[in-house]
């Protein structure tokens, strides 16, 4: 028997937040339906040669509570039929606060033990920048409304938003820890290619990157001190409430996609379902690669806090991590942004503002 993520892509939103360019769009209850059905449909007759079993299963998207409490508990049921769930099974459902009607109970009743709230801002003036429909105020009381069912909430941060000061952070920031957040996820805003803010990105005055890293650090230094432990670049949580879900894709670790625009790793095969409801339907899937190699077990493992592990690394690949990676790795100590030990690799904080050129150079 073999425990495997399981993730769920919920397609739809009522609008377009114009930062975003995740696949999405809004639907009638005759969408809803058919797209319901599907899931459940892909689930229950998805095939593989050995028993897998579920131990995490995350409803992403998109809007997943946009399809209804029923519908989330018709496809946690396909789910269980088809692998089974892991004691303990971990099964998350992204929630938006504007969604004033929502149903904690129910949804707890189809399953759901973790919630994740795309906050994103306790500022309204930052809320309206970014397209979001919730105000502070409503933020406030679906969160508290969610922790009379749910203990393990996890809210969602941006940051380095145009004009956004340190005190405007702090706020947002205390926000979440007065809520009792378990988990917080603290994103950096980036202008994708295909959105609103791209098409008028030169407009935007958006923060340098210096004074990104500073709202960085000091977001680090208050979650720090209010004792959240920083255990991946953009998330942080008090104990034992990390993601397990999101902790199989920084170890490298198999996981199951369904619905459009959904991905997979499975058997060392990486593939996808297309963001196209249509295809999606068909049945279509594009394979992309084979996942699973060295390089990118280190650069997922890198994004972590407790590193490139040498247990982990002999465990996948039977070897101690290679040295030509550690001798690159010893150039960034004396600059703090690396930590080099007998046990593993890991980056700083600091190191983390630059993760992308460290794993680049330690992977050349
Ligand atoms: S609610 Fe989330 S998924 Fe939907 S458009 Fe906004 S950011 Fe994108």
């Known amino acids: 028997m073999k425990n495997i993520g399981v993730y769920i892509h919920v397609p739809f939103c009522s609008s377009k937040c114009p930062y975003c360019d995740f696949y999405s769009h809004p639907a009638g209850e005759e969408e809803l339906d058919r797209y319901t059905e599907a899931v459940r449909c892909s689930l229950k007759t998805f095939s593989s040669t050995e028993k897998l079993m579920a131990d995490t299963l995350y409803f992403g998207g ?6 209804g409490t029923e519908r989330i508990k018709s496809i946690v049921s396909a789910a269980d039929e088809r692998f089974g769930f892991a004691p303990g099974c971990e099964i998350t459902a992204e929630l938006n606060p504007s969604a004033a009607d929502t149903d904690f109970f129910r949804l707890a009743d189809a399953g759901v033990n973790r919630i994740s709230v795309g906050l994103q801002s306790a500022n309204d003036d930052e809320l309206a920048f970014l397209g979001r429909k919730h105000r ?3 933020a406030k009381s679906f969160i508290q409304g969610a922790k009379t069912v749910f203990d393990n909430i996890s809210l ?41 803010f791209y098409r008028k990105k030169d ?19 208050i979650l720090k001190k209010n004792g959240y ?8 949580c008090r104990k034992g409430y990390e993601s ?13 996609g369904f619905g459009p625009s959904a991905h997979s790793f499975y058997l060392g095969k990486r593939y996808y379902i297309p963001g196209n409801m249509e ?18 077990f280190i650069m997922l493992a890198l994004r972590l806090s407790e590193g490139l592990t040498e247990e982990r690394y ?27 030990t007998p046990e593993g690799i890991s980056l700083t904080e600091k190191g983390f503002m630059v993760s992308n050129a460290i794993i680049a150079e330690l992977l050349m």
Not at 62 to 67: A, E, N
Not at 175 to 189: E, K, M, P, T, V
Not at 229 to 236: A, L, Q
Not at 282 to 287: A, D, L, S, T, W
Request: include cysteine; glycine fraction near 10%.
């Open 62 to 67: 998109g809007t997943p509570g946009l399809i």
């Open 136 to 138: 502070s105020d409503q």
């Open 156 to 196: 969602d941060l941006m940051i380095a938003l145009p004009g956004q000061t340190k005190e405007k952070l702090r706020r947002s920031v205390q926000f979440c820890i007065d809520s009792g957040a378990a988990h917080i996820s603290a994103y950096i805003l980036k202008i994708e290619p295909g959105t609103v």
């Open 203 to 221: 407009s935007l005055d958006l923060p340098g990157e210096d004074e990104t890293a500073e709202l960085y650090e000091y977001l680090c230094d």
């Open 229 to 236: 432990d920083h255990y991946e670049i953009s998330n942080f």
């Open 244 to 256: 397990r879900h999101n902790l199989k894709y920084w170890h490298d670790e198999e996981y199951l």
């Open 279 to 296: 295809k999606f339907f068909r049945g279509e899937i594009v394979p992309d690669g084979d996942g699973g190699s060295s390089d990118e």
């Open 314 to 340: 002999s465990d996948v690949f039977g070897t101690g991590i290679p040295e030509k990676i550690r001798a690159r790795a010893r150039k960034y100590i004396a600059p703090g942004l690396v930590r080099v």
